[in-house]
T-cell receptor
């Protein structure tokens, strides 16, 4: 899991602002995932990508967008349509969609 | 879609005792069941996993059991130590995505 990095560690969003969270992996994994973690809620899937240039919505995709232009990168944009964005965001990757997922260190998003 | 229930939400034990966390799942097509440990402010880390062709798997003090017929699986930690204190998550899936339980906070008192 040391091959997955997320930046920044902390991010502050102003009202009406879009912000982008970075996720990079050097593990040569095909599949990548974004989760949102709130206290007492576990991990909820936002978006996932099984291969470059393809991605699917997870359980809570509204207010978020992603791209997968490169195998090693899967950025997440939190748009102004996401009315309650304060959470801990975790990126994960796996060799393919049936294999073990390994997590990045996370980004904590706070609203000003 | 898959639904995973995890119990208990909090578990307090004395050092040296055993701890058991249980999960149930709904989708009979799920074939992969990992367990993650998350310390405060850190990333979840895989501690053990099991696939549906196996009923039990053990790694030192940690074991996982799977009952496919009843659709439940459990994490067993023996001889608990204070450093086992953390939040533990179960998950189910294996064909495209994982669905996570809401977590169990394990507190091990010296």
């Amino acid at each position: 899991d040391g091959g997955i990095t997320q930046s920044p560690k902390y991010l502050f969003r102003k009202e009406g602002q879009n912000v982008t969270l970075s996720c990079e992996q050097n593990l040569n994994h095909d599949a990548m995932y974004w989760y949102r973690q709130d206290p007492g809620q576990g991990l909820r899937l936002i978006y996932y990508s099984q291969i470059v240039n393809d991605f699917q919505k997870g359980d809570i995709a509204e207010g978020y967008s992603v791209s997968r232009e490169k195998k090693e990168s899967f950025p997440l944009t939190v748009t102004s349509a996401q009315k309650n964005p304060t959470a801990f965001y975790l990126c994960a990757s796996s060799r393919d969609s049936t294999e073990t997922q390994y997590f990045g260190p996370g980004t904590r998003l706070l609203v000003l | 879609g898959e639904n995973v229930e995890q119990h208990p939400s909090t578990l307090s034990v004395q050092e040296g005792d055993s701890a058991v966390i249980k999960c149930t799942y709904s989708d009979s097509a799920s074939n992969y069941f990992p367990w993650y440990k998350q310390e405060l402010g850190k990333r979840p880390q895989l501690i053990i996993d099991i696939r549906s062709n196996v009923g039990e798997k053990k790694d030192q003090r940690i074991a996982v059991t799977l009952n496919k017929t009843a659709k439940h699986f459990s994490l067993h930690i023996t001889e608990t130590q204070p450093e086992d204190s953390a939040v533990y998550f179960c998950a189910a899936g294996g064909y495209s995505t994982l669905t996570f339980g809401k977590g169990t906070m394990l507190l091990v008192s010296p």
